[in-house]
């Protein structure tokens, strides 16, 4: 899978740094929810005290994987390193639409559910190394996308290779990530992932490919023309595709129009789009997609 080995690595040199510190946690703890950082400079600790050593520094709105409950702290996973975070300064959600980016089978094989219960149907098998893009979280289960459908894993089952995309910070004394217009319609974007998909639709009720880019453009102030053929003369056209250019496909549902469908790129070769079953990410690799690729506009 296309950059899996370069997050691989972005996390062994994570675990690397911090192999002195021992907290007792791993991928087979099932995890009990997604934290919200509420106070900015937040504090991650080796242990659960305030003389512990500090690990990272959150800031405000940053995604935290709570591990446990230990005392009136917080085990979390920030940024792919384990530590203690005060349970006052975090919000804590049993179900949260949140990217947190690819997880692995470490070991044997997992199964990916319609929903999230061990009763609920079979999807598809994950074998030892494969992995999944996990959008949500939902009373220990992760919601993932594998092969183009949106399905279900026990937490306790994936392992988490990268920090999530939007995340301020990693390590002490690391500077804050300073967002472009384009990351941050991005990450505008995925706040309607799973929305249903309606024909004609504008609103979070329901959106059509074009009428969710020019919904999640107007979010962030930009106005932009109300069809997938309008939009393709927004802008400027790019080769270098960046976070938040508009990409688009032809020949989709119809043959009459320059561009039939639009997306939002988001990296790492992948689009978010408004389509049959709703707010998704797909890959421009996808074979359906791919061959009706005809360029990308920027707007930002």
Known sequence: MKGFAKRLITAAMAVSILASVVVGASAIELKSGIGIVDGSGLRLRAKPNTDAEILANASVGDNV????????????DYNLIIG?????????KEKENVELGYGVV????????SAPGVDSDLLATLDEGETAYIIGFNCGWYKVQYEGQTGYIRSDLLALTEAPKYNSQTIVGEAPVVQTEGQKLVAKAKEYLGTPYVWGGTTTSGFDCSGFTQYVYKQL?????????Q?????????????????FFTNTYTTTAAASHVGIYIGDNLFIHAANGGVKITSLDHEYYAPRYIGARRIV
């Open 65 to 76: 994987v709570i591990i446990r409950e230990v005392d009136g702290w917080y085990l979390v």
């Open 84 to 92: 203690y975070m005060s349970k006052d300064y975090v919000t804590f």
């Open 106 to 113: 470490e070991s044997g094989s997992v199964n990916l559910r």
């Open 221 to 229: 102030g930009y106005s932009i023309k109300r069809t997938a053929a």
């Open 231 to 247: 939009q393709l003369t927004c802008g400027t056209a790019v080769t270098n595709l960046q976070p938040g250019d508009l990409v």
